[in-house]
Protein backbone atom coordinates (compact mmCIF):
# COMPACT_ATOMS: atom_id res chain seq x y z
CA UNK A 1 0.00 0.00 0.00
CA UNK A 2 1.09 3.19 -0.36
CA UNK A 3 0.60 6.26 2.36
CA UNK A 4 1.16 10.00 1.50
CA UNK A 5 2.21 11.39 4.37
CA UNK A 6 2.72 15.28 5.14
CA UNK A 7 6.26 15.86 6.32
CA UNK A 8 5.78 19.62 8.25
CA UNK A 9 7.20 22.54 7.52
CA UNK A 10 10.53 21.48 8.61
CA UNK A 11 11.24 20.71 11.88
CA UNK A 12 11.66 16.96 12.49
CA UNK A 13 8.98 17.30 15.28
CA UNK A 14 6.56 18.26 13.47
CA UNK A 15 5.86 15.48 11.53
CA UNK A 16 2.29 13.95 12.70
CA UNK A 17 2.49 10.85 15.14
CA UNK A 18 1.08 9.23 12.76
CA UNK A 19 3.01 10.03 9.95
CA UNK A 20 6.20 9.10 12.10
CA UNK A 21 4.73 5.65 12.20
CA UNK A 22 3.70 5.26 9.12
CA UNK A 23 8.00 6.04 8.57
CA UNK A 24 8.71 3.33 11.00
CA UNK A 25 6.91 1.21 9.37
CA UNK A 26 7.80 1.72 5.69
CA UNK A 27 9.91 -0.35 3.32
CA UNK A 28 10.00 2.35 0.97
CA UNK A 29 10.38 6.25 1.12
CA UNK A 30 10.02 8.78 -1.84
CA UNK A 31 10.46 12.19 -0.17
CA UNK A 32 10.64 15.60 -1.82
CA UNK A 33 13.65 16.05 -1.27
CA UNK A 34 13.79 19.65 -2.07
CA UNK A 35 11.52 20.76 0.96
CA UNK A 36 11.65 17.75 3.29
CA UNK A 37 14.10 17.78 6.31
CA UNK A 38 16.63 15.06 5.53
CA UNK A 39 16.25 13.98 9.21
CA UNK A 40 13.01 12.78 8.93
CA UNK A 41 14.73 9.57 7.45
CA UNK A 42 16.26 8.88 10.72
CA UNK A 43 12.83 7.07 11.35
CA UNK A 44 13.28 4.82 8.45
CA UNK A 45 13.72 1.23 9.73
CA UNK A 46 17.35 0.00 8.21
CA UNK A 47 16.49 -1.90 5.44
CA UNK A 48 14.01 0.46 4.31
CA UNK A 49 14.65 1.76 0.05
CA UNK A 50 14.81 5.44 0.04
CA UNK A 51 14.29 7.78 -2.69
CA UNK A 52 14.45 11.38 -3.67
CA UNK A 53 11.54 12.53 -5.90
CA UNK A 54 13.42 15.73 -6.38
CA UNK A 55 15.77 14.13 -8.89
CA UNK A 56 12.53 11.69 -9.85
CA UNK A 57 9.48 12.19 -12.88
CA UNK A 58 5.93 11.19 -12.23
CA UNK A 59 6.45 7.96 -13.79
CA UNK A 60 9.61 7.16 -11.92
CA UNK A 61 8.00 7.68 -8.86
CA UNK A 62 5.05 5.44 -9.70
CA UNK A 63 7.37 2.63 -11.06
CA UNK A 64 8.78 2.64 -7.52
CA UNK A 65 5.86 2.58 -5.86
CA UNK A 66 4.77 -0.79 -8.32
CA UNK A 67 7.55 -2.52 -7.59
CA UNK A 68 7.06 -2.41 -3.87
CA UNK A 69 3.34 -3.05 -4.00
CA UNK A 70 4.68 -5.98 -5.91
CA UNK A 71 5.97 -8.02 -2.93
CA UNK A 72 3.36 -5.96 -0.32
CA UNK A 73 5.59 -3.91 0.72
CA UNK A 74 4.48 -0.56 2.09
CA UNK A 75 5.90 3.10 0.19
CA UNK A 76 5.37 6.08 2.33
CA UNK A 77 5.24 8.82 -0.16
CA UNK A 78 6.13 12.27 1.66
CA UNK A 79 5.63 15.79 1.03
CA UNK A 80 6.27 18.78 2.37
CA UNK A 81 4.21 20.59 4.83
CA UNK A 82 0.65 19.00 4.04
CA UNK A 83 0.05 17.40 0.48
CA UNK A 84 -3.14 18.73 -0.84
CA UNK A 85 -1.40 22.40 -1.24
CA UNK A 86 0.90 22.23 -4.37
CA UNK A 87 1.68 18.97 -3.70
CA UNK A 88 1.11 17.17 -6.88
CA UNK A 89 -0.40 14.28 -5.26
CA UNK A 90 -3.89 13.98 -7.19
CA UNK A 91 -2.07 12.99 -10.39
CA UNK A 92 0.35 10.38 -8.67
CA UNK A 93 -3.32 9.18 -6.75
CA UNK A 94 -5.17 8.94 -10.24
CA UNK A 95 -2.35 6.65 -11.56
CA UNK A 96 -2.66 4.70 -8.60
CA UNK A 97 -6.44 4.44 -9.03
CA UNK A 98 -5.53 3.38 -12.43
CA UNK A 99 -3.37 0.39 -11.63
CA UNK A 100 -5.58 -0.86 -9.04
CA UNK A 101 -2.57 0.32 -5.93
CA UNK A 102 -4.47 1.52 -2.75
CA UNK A 103 -3.64 4.32 -0.87
CA UNK A 104 -4.41 6.82 1.89
CA UNK A 105 -3.02 9.68 3.39
CA UNK A 106 -2.01 11.29 6.37
CA UNK A 107 -2.42 15.48 6.82
CA UNK A 108 0.86 16.90 8.05
CA UNK A 109 1.17 20.75 9.23
CA UNK A 110 1.69 23.18 6.08
CA UNK A 111 4.19 25.56 5.81
CA UNK A 112 1.24 28.60 6.31
CA UNK A 113 0.54 27.96 9.87
CA UNK A 114 4.50 27.20 10.59
CA UNK A 115 4.60 30.63 9.30
CA UNK A 116 2.08 31.95 11.09
CA UNK A 117 2.94 29.87 14.43
CA UNK A 118 6.88 32.10 13.92
CA UNK A 119 5.12 35.54 13.82
CA UNK A 120 2.73 34.32 16.77
CA UNK A 121 0.47 35.68 14.37
CA UNK A 122 -3.40 34.82 13.64
CA UNK A 123 -4.59 35.11 10.30
CA UNK A 124 -8.36 35.61 10.74
CA UNK A 125 -8.77 38.69 13.62
CA UNK A 126 -12.53 39.63 14.07
CA UNK A 127 -12.73 42.97 12.02
CA UNK A 128 -9.97 42.87 10.58
CA UNK A 129 -10.27 39.57 8.20
CA UNK A 130 -11.89 36.16 8.76
CA UNK A 131 -10.44 34.82 5.47
CA UNK A 132 -7.29 33.40 4.23
CA UNK A 133 -6.14 33.41 0.45
CA UNK A 134 -3.73 30.79 -0.44
CA UNK A 135 -2.03 32.09 -3.71
CA UNK A 136 0.82 32.09 -5.82
CA UNK A 137 2.38 33.99 -8.45
CA UNK A 138 2.13 32.60 -12.00
CA UNK A 139 5.48 31.10 -12.58
CA UNK A 140 6.46 28.06 -14.94
CA UNK A 141 2.92 26.49 -13.73
CA UNK A 142 0.27 29.00 -14.82
CA UNK A 143 -2.46 30.55 -12.53
CA UNK A 144 -5.91 31.10 -13.85
CA UNK A 145 -6.59 34.97 -15.14
CA UNK A 146 -9.36 35.26 -12.55
CA UNK A 147 -7.04 34.17 -9.78
CA UNK A 148 -4.16 36.72 -10.56
CA UNK A 149 -3.08 38.62 -7.22
CA UNK A 150 -4.15 41.62 -7.99
CA UNK A 151 -7.51 39.96 -8.68
CA UNK A 152 -7.84 38.83 -5.29
CA UNK A 153 -6.03 41.74 -3.75
CA UNK A 154 -8.88 43.30 -4.08
CA UNK A 155 -11.20 41.81 -0.84
CA UNK A 156 -8.14 42.78 1.52
CA UNK A 157 -8.66 39.54 3.10
CA UNK A 158 -5.03 38.05 4.77
CA UNK A 159 -3.00 36.84 1.93
CA UNK A 160 -0.42 33.86 1.71
CA UNK A 161 1.65 33.65 -1.24
CA UNK A 162 3.54 30.56 -1.88
CA UNK A 163 6.33 29.68 -4.21
CA UNK A 164 6.68 33.10 -5.15
CA UNK A 165 9.93 34.11 -3.27
CA UNK A 166 11.71 35.13 -6.34
CA UNK A 167 9.16 36.48 -8.31
CA UNK A 168 8.97 39.40 -5.28
CA UNK A 169 9.10 42.60 -7.61
CA UNK A 170 5.74 41.10 -9.21
CA UNK A 171 3.90 40.19 -6.69
CA UNK A 172 4.19 43.93 -5.03
CA UNK A 173 3.08 45.57 -8.29
CA UNK A 174 0.51 43.21 -7.90
CA UNK A 175 -0.43 43.76 -4.71
CA UNK A 176 -0.25 47.29 -5.35
CA UNK A 177 -2.74 47.20 -8.58
CA UNK A 178 -5.20 45.18 -6.84
CA UNK A 179 -5.86 47.55 -4.19
CA UNK A 180 -3.02 47.04 -1.16
CA UNK A 181 -1.67 50.71 0.03
CA UNK A 182 2.04 50.22 -0.18
CA UNK A 183 1.87 50.91 3.98
CA UNK A 184 -0.15 47.65 4.31
CA UNK A 185 1.82 45.17 6.53
CA UNK A 186 3.75 42.51 5.17
CA UNK A 187 6.32 39.65 6.17
CA UNK A 188 8.27 37.61 4.50
CA UNK A 189 8.81 33.98 6.70
CA UNK A 190 11.93 31.77 5.18
CA UNK A 191 12.22 28.35 5.98
CA UNK A 192 9.58 28.47 8.78
CA UNK A 193 10.41 25.92 12.11
CA UNK A 194 13.73 25.05 10.31
CA UNK A 195 17.10 26.40 12.34
CA UNK A 196 18.08 28.86 9.75
CA UNK A 197 14.51 30.21 10.56
CA UNK A 198 14.70 34.17 8.74
CA UNK A 199 11.64 36.43 9.70
CA UNK A 200 10.98 39.82 7.96
CA UNK A 201 8.38 42.38 8.67
CA UNK A 202 7.90 44.93 6.15
CA UNK A 203 5.04 46.41 4.28
CA UNK A 204 3.47 45.64 0.88
CA UNK A 205 5.51 48.93 -0.28
CA UNK A 206 9.17 47.43 0.25
CA UNK A 207 8.84 43.69 -0.18
CA UNK A 208 11.12 42.90 -2.84
CA UNK A 209 13.80 45.49 -1.47
CA UNK A 210 13.14 43.98 2.35
CA UNK A 211 13.36 40.08 0.46
CA UNK A 212 16.61 41.10 -1.54
CA UNK A 213 18.16 42.80 1.83
CA UNK A 214 17.62 39.80 3.78
CA UNK A 215 18.91 37.70 0.85
CA UNK A 216 15.73 35.51 0.69
CA UNK A 217 15.01 33.73 -2.89
CA UNK A 218 13.46 30.55 -2.20
CA UNK A 219 11.54 28.62 0.73
CA UNK A 220 9.16 31.42 1.88
CA UNK A 221 6.06 32.47 2.31
CA UNK A 222 5.01 36.19 1.62
CA UNK A 223 2.17 37.25 4.16
CA UNK A 224 0.09 40.07 3.48
CA UNK A 225 -2.83 42.00 5.58
CA UNK A 226 -4.03 44.14 8.58
CA UNK A 227 -3.53 40.60 10.72
CA UNK A 228 0.11 41.91 10.95
CA UNK A 229 -1.26 45.11 12.73
CA UNK A 230 -1.76 45.63 16.44
CA UNK A 231 -5.66 46.65 15.91
CA UNK A 232 -8.31 44.31 16.62
CA UNK A 233 -11.45 43.49 17.86
CA UNK A 234 -11.83 41.00 20.73
CA UNK A 235 -13.44 37.76 20.24
CA UNK A 236 -17.12 37.42 21.16
CA UNK A 237 -16.37 32.92 21.78
CA UNK A 238 -14.32 34.20 24.78
CA UNK A 239 -16.41 37.38 25.89
CA UNK A 240 -17.54 37.59 29.32
CA UNK A 241 -20.78 38.73 28.15
CA UNK A 242 -21.53 36.42 25.72
CA UNK A 243 -23.37 33.47 25.53
CA UNK A 244 -22.32 30.28 24.09
CA UNK A 245 -23.27 26.24 24.18
CA UNK A 246 -20.46 25.86 27.03
CA UNK A 247 -20.52 29.00 28.94
CA UNK A 248 -23.50 31.49 30.39
CA UNK A 249 -22.76 34.94 29.87
CA UNK A 250 -21.37 36.40 32.83
CA UNK A 251 -23.38 40.05 34.11
CA UNK A 252 -21.92 43.36 34.08
N1 LIG B 1 2.68 21.41 0.55
C1 LIG B 1 3.53 22.47 1.06
C2 LIG B 1 3.81 23.52 0.01
C3 LIG B 1 4.65 23.01 -1.14
S1 LIG B 1 5.01 24.25 -2.31
C4 LIG B 1 2.92 23.04 2.34
O1 LIG B 1 1.82 22.66 2.74
O2 LIG B 1 3.57 23.88 2.95
C5 LIG B 1 6.59 24.82 -1.80
C6 LIG B 1 6.49 26.21 -1.22
O3 LIG B 1 5.98 26.14 0.10
C7 LIG B 1 7.79 26.96 -1.09
O4 LIG B 1 8.16 27.61 -2.28
C8 LIG B 1 7.47 27.98 -0.02
O5 LIG B 1 6.69 29.03 -0.55
C9 LIG B 1 6.55 27.16 0.87
N2 LIG B 1 7.27 26.53 1.99
C10 LIG B 1 7.46 25.20 2.21
N3 LIG B 1 8.09 24.99 3.40
C11 LIG B 1 8.28 26.23 3.93
C12 LIG B 1 8.82 26.70 5.17
N4 LIG B 1 9.29 25.85 6.10
N5 LIG B 1 8.84 28.04 5.40
C13 LIG B 1 8.36 28.91 4.49
N6 LIG B 1 7.81 28.52 3.32
C14 LIG B 1 7.76 27.21 3.04
Redesign the pocket.
Known amino acids: MVHFVGAG??AVDLVTVRGMRMLEKADCIIYAGS?VNPELLAYAKKACEIHNSAEMTLEEVIAVMEKIEAFGGDTVRL?????S???AIREQMDLLDEKGIRYDDTPGV???C??AAALRAEYTLPSVSQSVVITRMAGRTPVPGRESIAELAVHGATMVI??S?SLLDDVQAELLSGAYAADTPAAI??????PEEKIVRCTVGTLAESARRAEIT????ILIGGFLEDRYERSKLYDPAFATGFRKAVKE
Open positions: PGLHTGDALYGSSFGAFLAVYKASWKTAL
